[in-house]
């Protein structure tokens, strides 16, 4: 099989004013106070990627476009912050596509980052931020680090259909392995659990074990998944392709509804929290929040 990080044609460039979103408090997801996208698109293709819906209106979301000058424009971006904090990537598209292995922009950002005293907290598929430890591990040292693996199946067959370009799984729980060996608090978005395909006990209970093993601090799940515009249709001509029958009984169970929750979403949060008790992992985002940024506490109150 060919090397899913293999690229295919190179990299845009697109103008743009901004790269770094405005301050924001007490922000729910992971306390991430700043919102940075250096690229636009991602080439991971995965099929159920919300980034897609026409609503962010982003042509041609497959090809990658990273924004001009970008380290230049964050570095301006990051000094004129009245407030410091920590600045979350990865929600409109992977910081760790293939093209970041050439470009090192999403390194660059981490470095200007660190240089500039906010704290950092990523999201990605893709083990190449294992790239990146000896950065964040400097980042650490002064501000809160966070890094979220997204995994939605344990199995690398499942992977290489429903999120076909980015690192199977397994990559995935090997790069959990060296960030928690590295002391980079570490864990999983066990998100979106697809109905129908990834929603069953063997699988949730599958990922949480492999997290465990391999020094996840938390899991953030969802049950289900959220459908909308374009995403359904390239979603659904996507279940044809590779489960047929299956856009049948979405049709069925969820019409046309935004929210798509796994009819055993009741089952599989009992399990999940069962087993992630016994283990030890964080599941619940205030806690989550409070341990990473524990021991920055006193320094956030005088910086942040
Ligand atoms: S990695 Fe994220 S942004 Fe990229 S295709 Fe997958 S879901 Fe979409």
């Not at 060919?2 to 924001?24: H, L, W």
């Not at 990559?171 to 959990?176: G, L, P, Q, T, V």
């Not at 060296?178 to 069953?200: H, Q, S």
């Not at 990922?207 to 899991?219: C, D, K, P």
Request: proline fraction near 4%; include cysteine; charged fraction near 25%.
């Amino acid at each position: 099989m060919a090397d899913q990080m293999e690229r295919t044609v190179n990299m845009e460039f697109i103008p743009a004013k901004t790269i770094i979103s405005g301050y924001s408090e007490g922000n729910l997801w992971f306390g991430d106070n700043y919102n940075m996208n250096i690229y636009k698109g991602c080439c991971h293709g995965c099929i159920y990627c919300d980034s897609r819906s026409e609503c962010y209106r982003i042509d041609d979301f497959d090809q990658v476009r990273a924004k001009d000058n970008a380290l230049a424009l964050i570095a301006r971006e990051l000094r004129s912050k009245r407030r410091k904090g920590v600045v979350g990537t990865g929600a409109m598209s992977d910081p760790y596509n293939l093209y970041e292995k050439e470009y090192r922009l999403t390194r660059g950002a981490l470095e200007l980052i660190d240089a500039n005293g906010f704290g950092a907290s990523i999201a990605t598929k893709s083990d190449l931020v294992t790239r990146d430890i000896d950065v964040l591990s400097s980042i650490k040292t002064h501000s809160p680090v966070l890094v979220k693996i997204t995994v939605t199946t344990a199995d690398d067959e499942l992977c290489r259909k429903v999120e076909p370009r980015a690192p199977v799984a397994s990559r995935r729980f090997s790069a959990i392995r060296r960030l928690a060996a590295g002391g980079i608090f570490t864990g999983i978005l066990l998100m979106p659990v697809l109905p129908f395909i990834e929603d069953n006990e063997e699988n949730v209970v599958s990922i949480v074990r492999l997290a465990g093993e391999a020094g996840a601090r938390f899991i953030y799940p969802s049950f289900g998944v959220t459908l909308r515009q374009n995403q359904r249709e390239w979603y659904y001509s996507k279940l044809d392709e590779h489960f047929p029958g299956l856009r049948q009984k979405y049709v069925k169970q969820f019409g046309n509804a935004y929210e798509c929750p796994s009819p055993k979403a009741k089952e599989l949060w009992q399990v999940f929290r069962a087993e992630c008790d016994r283990l030890g992992i964080l599941h619940e985002m205030e806690d989550i929040i409070e341990v990473y940024r524990k021991p920055y506490r006193i320094n956030q109150l005088s910086l942040f």
